[in-house]
């Protein structure tokens, strides 16, 4: 097994179950975007959130 696949299982199995829960939902859906060959598609999101984090920051006056 992959190393990164082996401590995943092993944190999967550690955390608590929420915790758990929302990174097996995180891990499914890059799958599926890696799947689709569309992976480019979350690092533009990233930086849109980027930039709308940027937006949202207060300004200094």
Known sequence: MDALA??????????????A???RERV??????????V???IRSRVREQAVLDI???PTAR
Do not use: Y
């Open 6 to 19: 082996e401590k995943l299982d092993t944190k999967l199995r550690t955390w608590k179950p929420e915790t």
């Open 21 to 23: 829960a929302e990174v």
């Open 28 to 37: 499914a859906e890059v799958i599926e975007l890696a799947d689709a060959d």
């Open 39 to 41: 992976l480019d598609l």
């Open 55 to 57: 937006l949202d920051e």
